[in-house]
């Protein structure tokens, strides 16, 4: 069986040396050299998550994305999410079998809904088409992949009668949906034809396995093919556990204490964010210990990809790198001795 392990980042807008937050420009020329390094890490993939906010400076993955296929030979590249419901489709699809060819096969995408709802009103979309949307536009996306010319019609835009969108892929597109956790999520990703990233942020990843479990019912009941299955999670990997600890924890405190303001949630606490390093979904330590804990996770859950956001809140860019670098060099050849064992 074949494992693979990425990494995710938002682009969060991070502090330099003397504390000051950095202008967006520079966190995104960061952001490139992160995945340079991640390259040469040897690590599998690297996604950009598209947001519309003041913290993240990522709000057009793509282009980053070409930037970095110039810099790079094997990583592959790709979102952590790209929005659908609120862009069109097939320029998603132009976008990307363009960044496939820039980057000679090496572009994947993961389509979303989206945790934040700011791209909704920005492009002139209502919340109460939120459903509707996302079904549709997924259902044209799933069409380019597999086939040359699309015919579609629908609610949310004009009917396409043989419609060849171009630059073609020389194969087809790999294409994962990310799912928070609803059964109907996971069953329309089957019904697509297509592969399910399960994004587990907290609580302990062994939840999910119902949600696993529905994915092989449905496979079998809809005929499809059993496709990779893969988690996305926050983690952080520096030389010990208490450095990891210690170097993350105030910064993933400013962030959950901003998004807690905003959704009218508690002040998170030190005791919350261990238990969820020790007993969650947050892949905090050392390279032995992350890795541990992602192979268990991997083979519990009986997945075959990995994707780690490495970022979370201001933390300095300096610090990014470094995990990077003991993820693809140290954590990731543990993980495939572990799993193999």
């Excluded at 793509?62 to 590249?77: P, Q």
Aim: proline residues 6%; hydrophobic residues 40%; aromatic residues 8%.
């Amino acid at each position: 069986m074949t494992y693979e392990l990425g990494l995710d980042t938002f682009g969060d807008v991070t502090v330099d040396a003397n504390g000051q937050q950095k202008p967006m420009d520079q966190v995104i020329r960061d952001v490139v050299e992160e995945a340079v390094v991640a390259d040469q890490a040897g690590v599998h993939f690297i996604g950009l998550g598209e947001h519309h906010r003041p913290d993240f400076a990522i709000s057009a993955p793509e282009v980053i994305l070409a930037a970095i296929a110039g810099r790079t030979s094997k990583i592959h590249l790709g979102t952590a999410v790209t929005v659908l419901s609120s862009d069109d489709p097939i320029r998603v699809f132009q976008r990307f079998s363009t960044l496939n060819a820039i980057s000679n096969g090496r572009a994947e995408v993961i389509l979303g809904r989206g945790s934040f709802t700011e791209s909704y009103p920005l492009f002139g979309y209502a919340m109460d088409d939120y459903k509707l949307l996302f079904e549709e536009k997924l259902d044209i996306f799933a069409k380019l992949v597999r086939e040359p010319s699309l015919t579609w019609s629908g609610q949310t835009r004009t009917a396409l009668n043989n419609q060849i969108v171009y630059p073609p892929t020389a194969k087809p597109l790999t294409t994962w949906v990310g799912v928070g956790g609803s059964p109907e999520s996971v069953v329309r990703v089957v019904r697509q034809d297509l592969q399910l990233m399960l994004a587990i942020i907290g609580g302990d990843p062994r939840r999910f396995l119902p949600y696993i479990d529905l994915y092989h019912r449905a496979v079998d009941q809809l005929g499809r093919t059993v496709r990779p299955i893969g988690i996305h999670s926050p983690g952080f990997v520096a030389e010990t556990d208490e450095a990891a600890q210690e170097a993350l924890w105030p910064h993933y405190q400013t962030m959950f204490g901003r998004l807690g303001r905003e959704r009218g949630w508690p002040p998170t606490t030190k005791e919350r964010f261990l238990e969820e390093v020790h007993h969650g979904s947050l892949y905090v330590g050392s390279p032995e210990t992350v890795a541990k804990k992602i192979a268990g996770a991997m083979r519990d859950l009986k997945i075959q990809r990995f994707d780690m956001k490495y970022a979370t809140g201001p933390q300095p860019h300096d610090q990014l790198l470094k995990c990077i670098q003991l993820y693809g060099e140290k954590v990731i050849p543990m993980v495939h001795d572990l799993l193999a064992a």
